[in-house]
């Protein structure tokens, strides 16, 4: 069974700090999609990336920027200077090689003061 | 391009009763997948379906049932309603049945007394 845990429920910054989102997950398969989602006060789900399980680059797209370590079967999220609007829910997610099913983890709640 | 729409937004229902909650994909999505987000907790997956026909199902019980249109709009039918299931509906739209993306709808959000 695939299992995906956000250990921190709520986080709470000020303006401009840098914030990380932890996410460890499990898995049995050997081919699998991550994913982080945002999701505002409005409730729906935004998408922000997808890494493959072959792929442990990490990546940097703008403020953001995510650190895959397949070895410690973590995929965690970065926000660098964070701002007001970044306040939301964020949902690290797995899916298998086939299927859409997400198995989503409880969320982070991110809260940036200013 | 019009995204994922759902409808109704919100509903209130009763317990025992029926609610019948709709979601039209992106044009040129053929896949349909359900999600429960009760309060606080990720979403949970409940079906997808492609193509008119079931691709997969959740730990949901017998009283969850959906269906897909030849137009590839989707109906998650709920019956004999309890009040945990009280939740957020989502609806996430996706080209294929194992898609990269898959576009979240508003949600509707429903609340049982």
């Known amino acids: 069974a695939q299992k995906v845990t956000q250990a921190q429920t709520e986080i709470s910054v000020v303006e401009k700090e840098d914030v990380t989102l932890d996410c460890v997950y499990e898995?049995?398969?050997?081919?699998?999609?991550l994913f982080w989602y945002k999701q505002p006060p409005s409730g729906e789900l935004v998408f922000l990336i997808r890494?493959?399980?072959?792929?442990?680059q990490n990546e940097i797209s703008g403020r953001y920027s995510w650190n895959f370590q397949k070895s410690t079967s973590s995929f965690n999220f970065t926000i660098t200077a964070s701002q007001v609007v970044d306040s939301a829910v964020y949902f690290c997610?797995?899916?298998?090689?086939?299927?859409?099913?997400?198995?989503f983890g409880g969320g982070t709640r991110v809260l940036v003061k200013p | 391009d019009a995204g994922v729409t759902q409808s109704p937004t919100h509903l209130i229902k009763t317990r025992g009763q029926h609610v019948t909650l709709r979601c039209s994909p992106i044009?040129?999505?053929?896949?349909v997948s359900w999600y429960q987000q009760v309060l606080g907790q990720g979403p949970q997956f409940i079906f997808q379906?492609?193509?008119?026909?079931?691709?997969g199902r959740g730990n949901f019980p017998d009283r969850f049932s959906a269906r897909q249109f030849p137009n590839y709009s989707s109906e998650l039918n709920v019956n004999a309603l309890l009040l945990g299931d009280s939740a957020l509906y989502l609806c996430?739209?996706?080209?294929?049945?194992?898609?990269?993306?898959?576009?979240f709808g508003p949600g509707t959000r429903l609340t049982v007394t």
């Open positions: 898995t049995r398969d050997t081919t699998y999609y």
């Open positions: 996430a739209s996706s080209i294929g049945t194992s898609s990269y993306e898959q576009y």
């Open positions: 997610a797995l899916r298998k090689a086939a299927g859409n099913k997400l198995t």
């Open positions: 890494r493959n399980s072959f792929d442990e």
């Open positions: 379906y492609y193509e008119k026909e079931e691709r």
């Open positions: 044009s040129g999505h053929k896949s």
